[in-house]
């Protein structure tokens, strides 16, 4: 999403094809999710005209939830890390 | 307009998730799957789009009111486990809350609501001052002038004569107004039955008719609907009922609601002359459209002097017309009606316990506060939990809101209820002093905001320091990692709370010691008469009224029978009832002494022969009024001794002196002891009264008081007394008290105010008390294993007590110090509501400490006792 507009099936593809298939959740799921990032204001929903001709909701990062993605991976590289170290110490 | 955003999000939803499964099934096909295994394949995928559609319906609707009702059961779980902490906090709420609600509605039931006609606030009161600035009728001569005047859109003139009215062969007074024709459209006054009454019908000779308010139809008639067309009799004279006014309609004096409806013209006998009548009314007056205040103020200013030199009565001397001409007259909103003396006499003492209820409240809020810092700490370890967990700033303030708001939700519901049973109760004992006063006390919209502001602040510094205390745990658990420290300073805070509401306190008790001693002093202090064994009745004509004969010789038998009752010792009647009826002074000079000051102001009161004897009040020179009936060449009087003291002592006997605007002259027969025949300035010790013989003032003696003195202590009886009066039949006991309940119920506003604040003082004391139990009991329980440690290596019972002691100690002291500070400032405004008594006795200042400091030491006693009684192995052993 951060490299533009996109809708909901677009993101569930990318997701599987990014993670190489490993996550394999169920579509629908992402919704509630695309919804609640909207609410707190990190996405903003457009509808628009699409590739195949129809109406479709089109979601793109905010300013804030650009801050947000920065936080987020910061903390996850962190935590990442973190548990790096520790499985690399019990080896 | 909720309801089509949702539609619309409803939609889109639908839209949303309809796009995402046809691209998929797109896609399917693309890659060669069939029609059908592509449908069913993208919904595998998706998964239940039901669950997905219902998930983010939450987001947008859903989640506030599940989070909200999630934390409520979870406050509502946390109080039920503390059932102590949760009845205690309810309990004080309810007291606090309450009290304030119903205070305030007192003083909005006085002060705030609007008078009961259409558009109040269109509506002015044109009253007339005289020099001294008390509130006169104006002769409604006037009216037919300011009828004509544009500023005005109507005008009414009305008065609320003395009226008795005969039901089922029963004379009562009944509250009686008396109105202008034009009053009811001016106004705005409507009828639920029947018709008004025009400028038509308040003429001289016309049909006398009658209307019935609200509350005496219901009370008298059974609310019988068929009420129009009968008749009453009304001071001698028939009135056909015309019809019922609103429920809503209470009448126009506060505090005074009337039962009947009468034109202004007709509640007098008939007229003989044909020359016009005036009487001395009260005037209303609505504004016409876009004419301010301001504009009707300086209209009148124009032509007020005409207005007086129109009005003034034929019948006055020189002086009285200098009098009337110096009047002035003043325009004031009429939005919240107008009044005699209820607003004066209960308006300060009403603000004050108002500032009572509120320190009471403040109180009750720091000590909730520091209860829950207490228990703050007792929760760390879960609220920990709760952070390590990733609980957000706003989760941790939600759990800290929801307990305190379902507190102060169940402390004001029961706040309510406490507050109508309260003001009820208020005003039905300050009822019994007037007749006829009542008010409608129900709660209104001023008092709905008042409640919500309260609620609102209650809850906003209850939430104040627990918050802060839980987010500055949850800054140090984030930062550093360990909640410790914390504790230590919340002590701190606790305890300075704890010297705050112990200074609070102080000044409670020491205020309310102040009304006790001065209601003591005003109950004990000699007034210069006996009041014990003394009754009064106050009398009116039966329904014929008082008509032209002669009220001489009747007077003498009605003595004299009453006299006859077994048991009365002495009897005499009087133009005003002692502690009982106002007061009103006219101006006196001596007409020899022409050194003597000529500005004194005087209560003339005609009395009978006995008063003297039935008051038991002394006479100090000269003669009392003799009984016997030999009409004298002169008018006579006795003066009071203070009266007697500016007119040059002694000398004054068989000198003249005059009186008032009336220009009659007494001469004076002798001196009779102080004595305190009012107490609407219990201050003033030096009442300048003068007597005047009964039998030698007609004027004066329509609506008598009847004194009766018994020769022991018990009071004569009502229903003796109206049963003698009645077999005359020329007048009824309108109003029967012993005097000893007329002095209780003049001095009801002390009462009142010694009464709450005594009763909001050991409030104050128990929350006191309660607030340094808890405290101390806390910081015993959490130091068991060091004071166990103390005890193992030595140390006697005695230091480990004095150990706790000593932090009670600092608590109250400091405390104490503050609340002198506090009570010495308060000082001023309270001078003028105590008598006899010093707001800065050292003496009851001295109690006020003691009886706080006492309260402290036995709170702090028995976590004191329970450090003392640690049992070092066992104290260490939990460790």
């Not at chain 2, 060091?786 to 480990?800: C, D, N, P, T, W």
């Amino acid at each position: 999403m951060a490299l533009g507009p996109i809708h909901g099936y677009g993101i569930s593809q990318r997701i599987q094809q990014i993670s190489k298939d490993v996550l394999q959740v169920q579509q629908g799921s992402l919704y509630p999710a695309l919804h609640r990032l909207e609410k707190r204001g990190w996405l903003r929903a457009d509808w628009g005209e699409s590739d195949n001709g129809r109406q479709a909701k089109f979601y793109t990062l905010s300013a804030e939830g650009r801050k947000q993605l920065k936080i987020e991976q910061s903390n996850w590289n962190r935590l990442a890390g973190a548990v790096g170290l520790i499985l690399e110490t019990a080896e | 307009m909720f309801g089509r955003r949702r539609n619309k999000i409803e939609a889109q939803l639908d839209a949303e998730l309809q796009d995402h499964l046809d691209r998929q099934i797109a896609d399917f096909i693309r890659s060669g799957m069939s029609r059908e295994d592509a449908h069913r394949r993208a919904r595998l995928l998706f998964g239940g789009s039901d669950q997905v559609k219902e998930e983010c319906r939450d987001v947008h609707f859903g989640q506030w009111w599940a989070i909200l009702l999630h934390d409520l059961t979870y406050a509502i779980r946390c109080l039920r486990k503390s059932p102590g902490f949760s009845a205690v906090a309810i309990l004080v709420l309810t007291l606090a809350i309450g009290s304030n609600v119903a205070v305030f509605s007192l003083i909005d039931v006085l002060f705030l609501r609007e008078l009961p006609v259409d558009r109040p606030a269109e509506l002015v009161n044109i009253a007339s001052l005289d020099k001294q600035g008390r509130t006169n009728g104006i002769p409604s001569k006037v009216l037919d002038r300011l009828r004509a005047e544009s500023v005005f859109h109507g005008v009414c003139g009305f008065t609320t004569p003395r009226m008795t009215t005969e039901f089922d062969g029963v004379a009562r007074s009944v509250g009686t107004l008396a109105m202008t024709g034009d009053c009811f459209e001016s106004l705005g006054i409507h009828t639920q039955i029947g018709h008004t009454f025009s400028l038509e019908s308040d003429k001289p000779g016309a049909e006398r008719v009658a209307l019935l308010t609200d509350s005496l139809w219901k009370s008298t008639f059974n609310a019988d609907p068929n009420v129009v067309g009968k008749t009453i009799q009304t001071n001698g004279s028939v009135f056909t009922i015309i019809g019922v006014t609103q429920a809503k309609f209470t009448g126009l004096l506060l505090g005074f609601p009337p039962g009947l409806i009468v034109p202004l013209e007709q509640f007098g006998p008939p007229s003989t002359s044909s020359k016009p009548i005036y009487y001395w009314v009260s005037i209303f007056a609505r504004r016409a459209p876009r004419i301010s205040e301001r504009q009707v103020q300086s209209r009148i200013a124009v032509i007020a002097q005409q207005l007086l030199q129109e009005s003034v009565p034929m019948r006055y001397n020189e002086a009285q017309r200098r009098d009337y001409f110096a009047r002035r007259l003043v325009v004031a909103s009429a939005r919240t009606g107008v009044d005699w003396m209820l607003r004066e006499r209960f308006g300060q003492p009403l603000y004050v316990v108002l500032g009572i209820c509120g320190s009471v409240l403040l109180i009750a809020c720091v000590n909730l506060t520091t209860l829950m810092l207490g228990r703050g700490l007792h929760r760390q370890k879960e609220i920990s939990v709760r952070v390590a967990l990733g609980a957000s700033k706003a989760s941790l303030v939600r759990l800290v809101a929801a307990e305190i708001a379902l507190l102060v939700l169940a402390g004001s519901a029961t706040g309510l209820v406490l507050a109508t049973w309260a003001s009820r109760m208020i005003l039905s004992n300050t009822g019994a002093m007037f007749t006829g006063f009542s008010v409608n006390n129900s709660f209104d919209s001023s008092t709905a905001i008042f409640v919500l502001g309260l609620l609102a602040v209650v809850a906003a510094v209850l939430t104040a320091a627990p918050l802060w205390q839980t987010l500055r745990l949850q800054g140090r658990l984030a930062g550093a990692g360990t909640g410790r420290g914390v504790v230590g300073s919340a002590m701190r805070h606790q305890k300075i709370l704890l010297a705050v509401q112990v200074a609070l306190t102080l000044a409670l008790v020491a205020g309310s010691s102040l009304f006790d001693s001065s209601i003591q002093r005003l109950y004990t202090m000699d007034l210069g008469f006996e009041t014990r064994g003394l009754a009064e009745g106050l009398l009116s004509p039966l329904s014929g009224g008082y008509g032209s004969k002669p009220l001489d010789a009747y007077y003498r038998d009605l003595i004299r029978s009453v006299g006859n009752i077994p048991g009365t010792s002495s009897t005499c009647l009087a133009s005003f009832a002692p502690l009982w009826t106002m007061t009103w002074y006219q101006p006196v000079s001596a007409v020899e002494n022409t050194a003597a000051p000529t500005e004194l102001h005087s209560h003339p009161a005609a009395v009978s022969a006995r008063y003297f004897e039935t008051m038991r009040i002394p006479i100090v020179a000269g003669d009392a009024f003799s009984l016997d009936e030999q009409p004298r060449s002169e008018r006579t009087a006795v003066i009071s001794l203070s009266l007697a003291k500016l007119f040059g002592g002694d000398r004054i006997i068989g000198q003249h002196i005059r009186i008032g605007t009336d220009e009659q002259v007494v001469k004076v027969i002798g001196i009779a002891g102080d004595a305190q025949l009012s107490l609407e300035n219990p201050d003033d010790r030096t009442p300048l009264t003068i007597y005047l013989n009964f039998w030698e003032q007609p004027d004066r003696q329509r609506y008598p008081a009847l004194l009766v003195r018994t020769a022991g202590t018990a009071p004569l009886p009502a229903s003796a007394l109206t049963r003698a009066v009645q077999g005359l039949g020329r007048e009824f006991v309108e109003h029967y008290i012993t005097v000893d309940v007329a002095r209780k119920d003049a001095l009801i506003e002390n009462i009142l105010l010694a009464w709450l604040s005594s009763a909001f003082g050991v409030l104050g004391l128990i929350l006191a008390a309660v607030g340094l139990f808890g405290v101390l009991g806390y910081h015993v329980a959490r130091r068991t294993a060091e004071i166990g440690v103390r005890v193992a290596l030595g140390a006697a019972r005695s230091q480990i007590r004095w150990l706790v002691l000593r932090q009670a100690l600092a608590i109250v002291v400091a405390g104490i110090v503050a609340g002198l500070g506090l009570t010495i400032a308060m000082g001023r405004v309270l001078t003028g509501l105590v008598f006899g008594v010093s707001v800065y006795d050292p003496r009851l200042m001295g109690v006020s400490i003691a009886v706080l400091a006492f309260t402290a030491v036995a709170a702090a006693w028995i976590p004191a006792r329970r450090a003392s009684s640690v049992d070092p192995v066992i104290a260490l052993r939990q460790e």
